[in-house]
């Protein structure tokens, strides 16, 4: 079955500094994977996707994510975040393209020092 | 932008009542979802639908919940018989035949 772990449940980052979030899936083929983003009190939004190709994907609000089959993982990145960011994130993976559900991670929260 | 929209925002019922949460898919997307999260737990796959009629579920999905598309414009879930612990956030998703998820704004159920 496939699962995803996103190791840090918290992450504290000052503001116009670097981030990267942790992701790492188990699955046994290639998986479709996927970050959203949930804002309190909202839903979930969609931050980019990797289908195939280039493993480097760029989403949404200046984030990027690199597949990294070896490694199994689908991290998370920003060169410079904003306070807009605060906010929990959610990596996820799929084995058809959507066509079945999603498995989320547990999330990581993402709080902005000023 | 297109939007997946979702009422009521909030639901308060009391343990043993039906409800019904509504869902209003974008409107061209085929495949139709519910996802739930309890509060400070992950977000959690209950059942996916396509072509009038459920393609997945979870094991969650028991007998007291059903779905329903029951116009050409909503998506429909239902909790037969309320109990403490469906207290979560219900999320409607929906997408085209290639995309990704798109997820509506949530309905908070609190049971009480």
């Known amino acids: 079955a496939q699962s995803v772990t996103q190791p840090d449940i918290h992450i504290t980052v000052s503001e116009g500094a670097s981030l990267e979030l942790r992701c790492n899936y188990s699955?046994?083929?290639?998986?479709?994977l996927f970050w959203y983003v949930q804002s309190p009190g909202q839903g979930l939004q969609l931050l980019l996707k990797?289908?195939?190709?280039?493993?480097l994907v760029q989403g949404i609000k200046g984030f990027e994510a690199e597949f990294k089959r070896s490694q199994s993982s689908f991290n998370l990145r920003k060169p410079s975040v904003h306070w807009s960011d605060a906010a929990e994130y959610f990596c996820?993976?799929?084995?058809?393209?959507?066509?079945?559900?999603?498995?989320f991670g547990k999330g990581t929260h993402l709080i902005i020092q000023p | 932008e297109p939007e997946v929209t979702q009422t009521p925002s909030h639901q308060v019922t009391q343990m043993g009542q039906e409800v019904i949460l509504r869902c209003v898919p974008i409107?061209?997307?085929?495949?139709f979802y519910w996802y739930r999260q309890i509060l400070g737990q992950k977000v959690e796959f209950l059942v996916s639908?396509?072509?009038?009629?459920?393609?997945?579920k979870s094991e969650i999905f028991d007998d007291q919940f059903s779905v329903e598309r029951p116009d050409g414009s909503n998506f429909t879930l239902k909790i037969r018989s309320t109990k403490l612990e469906d207290s979560a956030m219900y999320f409607c998703?929906?997408?085209?035949?290639?995309?990704?998820?798109?997820f509506g704004n949530g309905t908070r159920l609190t049971v009480t």
């Open positions: 639908f396509y072509n009038n009629e459920i393609s997945e």
């Open positions: 409107s061209n997307h085929l495949y």
């Open positions: 990797y289908f195939s190709g280039d493993t």
């Open positions: 998703a929906s997408r085209a035949e290639q995309g990704p998820l798109h």
């Open positions: 699955y046994g083929a290639t998986p479709y």
């Open positions: 996820a993976v799929s084995h058809r393209g959507g066509a079945d559900g999603l498995t």
